[in-house]
């Protein structure tokens, strides 16, 4: 009884090979040195871009009046942005000028993120704080300009920091809540929950199969069992990424519309 | 390991941490969805406002449990 229990225990003292936070700072693969240094998780990245560069040119060239099956999916995805995100918070009039905005983030974060599960590629090109951040500067730059046009810029900081109905002592409280909010912790927020969502997803799936390959392969004892529920807990956790890839760019598309949405005036 | 220690436990405490950290916004983000879809069900025709106000509410709260998970590699 003991032999078996240490046997097990001494293993797994050993222990699998966990993933750390040095999967997301892969060594420089090309232009070693130079600002323009190429990682394992920017290569990723570049091959995305031009993967979608390249079938939404090759649809756009090809759109005739009638679609085709393929044209109808991506009008299908582009309208779904359109109607369930901008127009569904912002309505048509406002709306509009949002369209290609949104439309590019959610995409663009939705294929970066798909990318975390595709075979080959197996990490989410947003999972290094860059891609989010630039992301959510985007958004940040976008409602700043869209306050100061529609609103100015002290009316528009005065309704965000002063909130309607407060009582004056709660002012004391809430101006500096509400400053650091618009400033700080909405682009903030925006950038940490991408990424920490895939990096948190990639852990997961990594930590799944390294596991596996531990239990069932390496460690030849009654853990096997543990490995085979692992090895299905990865594939569980696999579609939960892909889930969780599509949740990650509607909750940014959607938040970037209504932090847009709140730089125009009450109606 | 000798036979005294039977189980060792080994790794870091901070995991406990962001575990116990998670609770509470856990709860939270159940509250807003509850009661969003509570109140879409009550008056549906306020559906596109209350699903705007929950999306605020989700981001602030999941933001909370998210600063876990990059505290803990910050002060690493």
């Not at chain 1, 232009?31 to 090759?58: D, E, H, Q, S, Y």
């Not at chain 1, 060239?61 to 995100?85: M, N, T």
């Not at chain 1, 940040?140 to 528009?156: H, K, P, S």
């Not at chain 2, 549906?44 to 989700?58: A, D, H, N, R, S």
Request: glycine share 8%.
């Amino acid at each position: 009884m003991h032999e078996t229990l240490l046997s097990g225990l001494t293993l797994a003292a050993n222990g699998p090979e966990i993933p750390t936070v040095d999967e997301f700072l892969p060594p420089e693969i090309l232009f070693a040195g130079t600002p323009f240094a190429i990682n394992r998780i920017i290569l990723v990245r570049l091959v995305m871009v031009v993967i979608m560069l390249a079938v939404l040119g090759v649809s756009a060239a090809k759109a005739k009046l009638i679609p085709s099956r393929w044209q109808g999916f991506i009008e299908w995805g582009i309208e779904y942005v359109r109607d369930k995100i901008v127009y569904e918070v912002m309505g048509e009039t406002r709306g509009k000028r949002y369209v290609p905005m949104i439309t590019t983030l959610f995409f663009t974060i939705l294929m970066f993120n798909i990318c975390g599960i595709i075979p080959g590629m197996n990490i989410a090109a947003t999972a290094t704080i860059m891609m989010p951040l630039a992301f959510a500067l985007w958004t940040f730059v976008q409602y700043w300009r869209t306050a100061c046009r529609e609103q100015g810029f002290f009316t528009y900081l005065k309704k965000e920091c002063i909130p309607q109905g407060v009582p004056a002592p709660v002012l004391i409280i809430a101006i500096p809540i509400q400053l650091l909010d618009v400033v700080v912790i909405r682009p903030v927020s925006l950038t940490v929950r991408l990424f920490a969502n895939m990096l948190a997803g990639h852990i997961i799936v990594a930590l799944c199969f390294s596991a596996t390959q531990f239990f069932l392969i390496e460690a030849h004892n009654w853990m096997a069992a543990f490995g085979a529920a692992t090895f299905v807990f990865g594939f569980i956790m696999t579609l939960f990424e892909g889930f969780v890839a599509y949740l990650q760019a509607f909750i940014f598309a959607t938040l970037s519309t209504v932090y847009i949405n709140l730089s125009y005036p009450e109606d | 390991m000798d036979i005294i220690t039977l189980a060792e436990v080994s790794g870091n405490l901070s995991a406990i941490g962001y575990g116990l950290a998670a609770i509470g916004p856990g709860i939270g983000v159940g509250i807003v969805f509850g009661k969003a879809i509570e109140s879409t069900a009550r008056q549906p025709e306020l559906g596109g406002k209350i699903q705007t106000l929950m999306w605020i509410g989700f981001g602030l709260i999941e933001f909370l449990a998210l600063l876990g998970i990059v505290a803990g590699f910050i002060f690493a």
